[in-house]
């Protein structure tokens, strides 16, 4: 149980252009889904915290308009890259849970390459 | 402010030995959540357990034991006679209970452990 997916896995997109990253738990209602950024040999940082239904909450520093995030059922979310730029290269992960105390399982991530 | 300290950046060890990975944390919360992932090179974080606060008894699962120290903030991790597979960046972290304290986990930068054969 609790298994997550994300799709893509790799993605290799042009600079400017949009990229769409979904986040699914599989076996799970998840009500509170994280979005998560890793840099090589870096732990994760958080970038946003959504709950379906409403607007998702973004940590300081985290540009709400180039990284939206849509929670729009119980089981997906969505990232968008928007007007993707070379530093924005980098392992993208979710992760969801069934409730905001319970916890999280992540997704196998998305590597975002940037040219 | 919830802080998690790994101090072992990398550590290596041969096939059958045993390794403690360290984790120490820092929380004003009363009562909080401890957690242990594993990031193997495919990238994905595996969930290994959580432990609340509340429950200090130490964990045997398989190789893997936890040993909780309330007293001196630790949450070790220890993998009895070590494998190959067990190569991975391993993570702990530190989340509130929700109940007046953030239930946003706090990750240590991980301790990236090497077993060769």
């Known amino acids: 149980g609790a298994v997550v997916s994300q799709h893509p896995s790799r993605v290799i997109c042009k600079s400017g252009t949009s990229v769409k990253i979904e986040c699914r738990s599989l076996d799970f209602q998840a009500t509170t889904m994280f979005w998560y950024r890793q840099f090589p040999k870096q732990s994760l940082m958080l970038m946003a915290t959504?709950?379906?239904?409403?607007?998702?909450?973004?940590e300081q520093g985290v540009e709400k308009d180039k990284f939206l995030i849509n929670h729009a059922s119980l089981t997906l979310s969505t990232l968008t890259v928007t007007s993707a730029h070379p530093e924005d290269s980098s392992f993208y992960i979710c992760?969801?849970?069934?409730?905001?105390?319970?916890?999280?399982?992540f997704g196998p991530g998305t590597r975002l390459l940037v040219l | 402010a919830q802080k998690v300290t790994q101090a072992q950046t990398e550590i290596s060890v041969v096939e059958k030995e045993d390794v403690t990975l360290d984790c120490v944390y820092e929380?004003?919360?009363?009562?909080?959540?401890l957690f242990w992932y594993k990031q193997p090179p495919s990238g994905e974080l595996v969930f290994l357990i959580r432990?609340?606060?509340?429950?200090?008894q130490n964990e045997i699962s398989g190789r893997y034991s936890w040993n909780f120290q309330k007293s001196t903030s630790s949450f070790n991790f220890t993998i009895t006679a070590s494998q190959v597979v067990d190569s991975a960046v391993y993570f702990c972290?530190?989340?509130?209970?929700?109940?007046?304290?953030?239930?946003?986990?706090?990750f240590g930068r991980g301790t990236s452990l090497i077993v060769h054969p």
């Open positions: 972290a530190l989340s509130g209970t929700g109940s007046g304290g953030s239930y946003i986990p706090t």
């Open positions: 432990r609340n606060s509340f429950d200090e």
């Open positions: 992760s969801a849970s069934q409730g905001r105390r319970e916890t999280q399982y």
């Open positions: 959504s709950n379906e239904g409403s607007k998702a909450t973004y």
């Open positions: 929380t004003r919360d009363t009562t909080y959540y």
